[in-house]
């Protein structure tokens, strides 16, 4: 069997928060249980969304988790740049392909366009999903008023995949997404084409991630076998909440890993608490997430949203 390659691919949009902690330790475990090697990219691919100065951030917010890379802006590696917005030239090129194949077509529809076509009765089942207006060439904004998106056309058939907490998920894209873009009207190459693009020719063959990202994979796995490139296997682990029931993200400053570092919280014991969350302790003690490797095993995993309190590192 080849070698695991896994990855860890933050987006520097903001702080590292914990949220961000649990699936870089849960992709890192995976890896390391396997003597693999684990590969750290940055996904700066939109620059609306991105700041530099995040990079550094994340690299010292790994660090400072005990959780480490083995390629990597930083180090380097057989498979760079590490970096999205390095790495332009590549996703162009496998977009070419893609419109060479004929598999690919300018939309010119606006938002307000979409929307109104996909809550239009005869729309199908897809929610937000694209009607196809513009593969007929039916869309209503003059083709002169703005540069187009590009949108993959998908077939009318399920995808499927086994993932290895969820098992089988399988997902028919002409009834969900519609055709998806690969290139924004403003020429920013979408996140699935990007991620494919790395994901492949950084050959890696194992990618654990949030479950937020579920629904993308049959997106990607569409783009992998136009691309003639085999994809990795693909686990989704459930994402940390906060009592209310909202995702914890970058406006729950608290948990940043820059403030709880701020506020004298060891890393072991924030890495023990994530680890006793993923049922890989019994009960919540300090720990190095090298201390894990034995003990990691995705059966253990929960299959839920995993809540956090809200004052769990203050109390
Ligand atoms: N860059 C994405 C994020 O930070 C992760 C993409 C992935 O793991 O495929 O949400």
């Known amino acids: 069997m080849d070698k695991v390659r896994g990855r860890f691919a933050p987006s520097p949009s903001g702080e590292m928060h914990l949220g961000n902690a649990w699936t870089a330790l849960l992709a890192w475990l995976e890896v390391r249980k396997a003597n693999g090697t684990m590969v750290l990219r940055i996904e700066d691919l939109d620059p609306d969304?991105?700041?530099?100065?995040?990079?550094?951030?994340?690299?010292?917010?790994?660090a400072w988790l005990g959780l480490d890379w083995d390629e990597g802006p930083d180090v380097g590696g057989a498979y760079g740049p590490y970096v999205q917005d390095e790495r332009r030239n590549l996703y162009q090129i496998m977009l070419d392909r893609l419109i060479a194949s004929d598999l690919v077509y300018p939309c010119y529809c606006t938002r307000g366009e979409i929307q109104a076509a996909a809550s239009a009765p005869h729309a199908g089942e897809g929610e937000l999903g694209y009607p196809g207006t513009c593969r007929n060439g039916n869309s209503q904004t003059v083709k002169s008023d703005r540069n187009p998106a590009l949108r993959l056309k998908v077939p009318d058939r399920m995808i499927s995949f086994e993932d290895g907490l969820k098992g089988r998920v399988a997902e028919n894209l002409a009834r969900t997404s519609g055709d998806f873009i690969v290139r924004r009207s403003d020429g920013v190459h979408a996140y699935q084409l990007a991620v494919v693009v790395d994901d492949a020719m950084m050959r890696i063959n194992q990618v654990l991630r949030g479950d937020d990202l579920l629904l993308s994979t049959p997106r990607q796995l569409l783009l992998y076998d136009e691309l003639g490139f085999t994809p990795p296997g693909f686990t989704h682990v459930?994402?940390?909440?906060?009592?209310?029931?909202?995702?914890?993200?970058?406006?729950?400053?608290?948990?940043?890993?820059?403030?709880?570092?701020?506020?004298?919280?060891?890393?072991?014991?924030?890495?023990?608490?994530?680890?006793?969350?993923?049922?890989?302790?019994?009960?919540?003690?300090?720990?190095?997430?090298?201390?894990?490797?034995?003990?990691?095993?995705?059966?253990?995993?929960?299959?839920?949203?995993?809540?956090?309190?809200?004052?769990?590192?203050?109390?």
């Open 238 to 315: 459930p994402l940390l909440y906060s009592p209310d029931g909202h995702r914890l993200a970058k406006r729950q400053r608290h948990l940043a890993l820059a403030k709880l570092r701020e506020n004298n919280i060891a890393p072991e014991k924030l890495v023990g608490y994530l680890a006793w969350k993923a049922g890989l302790l019994d009960c919540w003690q300090s720990v190095q997430p090298a201390e894990l490797i034995g003990t990691f095993s995705l059966a253990k995993l929960p299959r839920e949203a995993v809540v956090v309190a809200y004052d769990v590192f203050t109390k």
């Open 49 to 62: 969304r991105s700041r530099p100065e995040y990079i550094t951030g994340i690299m010292r917010d790994l």
